[in-house]
């Protein structure tokens, strides 16, 4: 993968297919190539070339030691869009990633010709901030825990009852976050947008779409709804029986209203 230095570390990246860019944006801990399971060929199909790329922590990207914010994470994706001379380009994100969007496009609307914002939200509620405060000190107090309990956990937390509710797919899953090793990404695992940022959103001039899961437990539909709320003339699409990674659950209908998003504009 070439290589391109952006806020004084190096980015992995890959451009595929022909056609106007997108950006994609990965969620955390997860590296790029996630994407081209299934959403960067249906768009390379539709004409638009792809871009993927592996946020700081993710090798072979630079994995800077400490704490990550979110900010830093958003310097990097301007100076990526920079570098490669994207913008103003379309922008699909996921989770981590659709934050990261978020921010771009409030503190540099020349670079986002559009957004599709995957898995978001703009606040958190009692819930998903407990679930923050425990992982923090889950890391605080340096317990590494097994490789399955970790898996399950994902899987768990992840998927939706539908594919849970699949013996062969649930087998498939564990082996798959097993094999992943746990939580990666270095100092993402430390990224905690915490406040309410919806008054934010109220800036963003570029055209949204946000993308929710009905079964999802990071960012349930209340909190994704939410953010279309915040954002003008956004538009909401939310897809049953998928979880978080509804993007994997559930392509086809998510590869539809992102393509459906980005021909508009």
Same mark, same amino acid.
């Given at each position: 993968m070439p290589f391109v230095q952006a806020n004084g570390i190096r980015l992995a990246y890959e451009r595929s297919g022909k056609g106007e860019p997108v950006l994609m944006i990965m969620g955390s801990s997860a590296a790029g190539r996630v994407w081209t399971t299934y959403q960067t060929p249906a768009l390379q199909r539709a004409g638009y070339e792809t871009i993927v790329f592996d946020n700081r922590g993710i090798p072979p990207s630079d994995a800077p030691p400490g704490k990550y914010a979110l900010a830093d994470m958003v310097a990097d994706t301007v100076g990526l869009i920079e570098a490669l001379a994207l913008g103003p380009c379309r922008i699909v994100g996921t989770s981590l990633g659709a934050m990261i969007a978020q921010e771009v496009a409030i503190d540099r609307p020349d670079l986002v010709r559009c957004a599709a914002l995957i898995a978001t939200r703009g606040r958190e509620d009692v819930?998903?901030?407990?679930?923050?405060?425990? #992982?923090?000190?889950?890391? #605080? %107090?340096?317990?590494?825990? @097994? @490789?399955?309990?970790? &898996?399950?956990? %994902?899987?768990?937390?992840?998927? %939706? @009852?539908?594919?849970?509710?699949? #013996? &062969? &797919?649930? %087998?498939?899953?564990?082996?798959?976050?097993?094999?992943?090793?746990? &939580?990666?990404?270095?100092g993402q695992a430390w990224v905690d947008p915490v406040g309410d940022r919806r008054d934010r959103l109220r800036s963003i001039a570029a055209p949204c779409r946000v993308i929710a899961f009905t079964d999802d437990l990071i960012c349930p539909p209340h909190l994704c709804a939410e953010v279309a709320d915040g954002i003008p003339d956004c538009d909401y699409v939310e897809i049953r029986d998928c979880g978080h990674m509804g993007y994997l659950e559930r392509p086809e209908e998510v590869n539809l209203a992102l393509i459906e998003f980005l021909d508009k504009h």
């Open positions: 819930f998903r901030r407990a679930l923050a405060v425990a #992982d923090h000190a889950l890391l #605080d %107090s340096g317990v590494t825990v @097994p @490789p399955g309990y970790a &898996a399950t956990r %994902s899987v768990m937390e992840m998927l %939706s @009852p539908a594919t849970l509710r699949n #013996d &062969a &797919a649930v %087998s498939s899953w564990l082996e798959i976050f097993e094999l992943a090793g746990g &939580a990666g990404g270095g």
